[in-house]
């Protein structure tokens, strides 16, 4: 798989702080490529996951909200990106949540290439360390803008920072809380 994508792009994966992942732009979007961050929040192996659809990750989780604003970001060709925090499951089955984010890398031609996306577990972190992941997040894709831009790709949209961190935070201890009653399945 990993020979369809621009080596910078795969050489820049690698060298990430961030977990990040690049999927299809097209069809099921399944997985071209994860970095070590990546495997270890989820505990998945490069050859277990690559060309599989991340909704794995949500095992029996309903996660309707979220996997609505996916569905939408996925299906309209306008929205620039996504944030949303989803139930995912680690391959030991513990679960996390996870604050996703999701942006189009289009071609200069304007046709969507991929789809990339960054995960952050929220849900058992604090207010400072969801601030570092968000600057982290925003240094990634600053610096990802001018890597892509070689082989002619755009990044579709911007971070929009996260207006308060707090909450963001105790929304995921009330999905972990749900998750702990068995509510959330």
């Known amino acids: 798989m990993r020979a369809i994508l621009p080596e910078q792009l795969a050489s820049y994966f690698d060298s990430s702080p961030v977990a990040l992942s690049l999927g299809r732009a ?34 029996r989780s ?26 995912n499951f680690r391959k030991d089955g513990r679960p996390f949540v996870n604050l996703l984010y999701m942006t189009k890398l289009r071609a200069q031609s304007g046709q969507v290439r991929y789809i990339f996306a960054s995960q952050f577990d929220v849900s058992r972190t604090q207010p400072d360390r969801l601030a570092d992941y968000d600057l982290d997040l925003e240094r990634t894709l600053d610096r990802l ?19 308060n961190t707090v909450a963001t935070i105790a929304q995921a201890k009330l999905i972990l809380s749900d998750l702990d009653n068995g509510d959330f399945l």
């Open 26 to 59: 097209e069809g099921d979007h399944e997985l071209l490529l994860t970095n070590e961050g990546f495997r270890n929040l989820t505990g998945y192996a490069t050859s277990e996951i690559v060309g599989r659809n991340c909704r794995f990750l949500q095992g």
């Open 62 to 87: 309903r996660n309707e909200e979220a996997r609505a604003q996916i569905r939408s970001f996925l299906q309209d060709d306008g929205q620039a990106n996504v944030r949303t925090s989803i139930v």
């Open 145 to 163: 803008s001018p890597v892509l831009a070689e082989s002619g790709i755009v990044v579709e949209g911007s971070l929009m920072t996260i207006a």
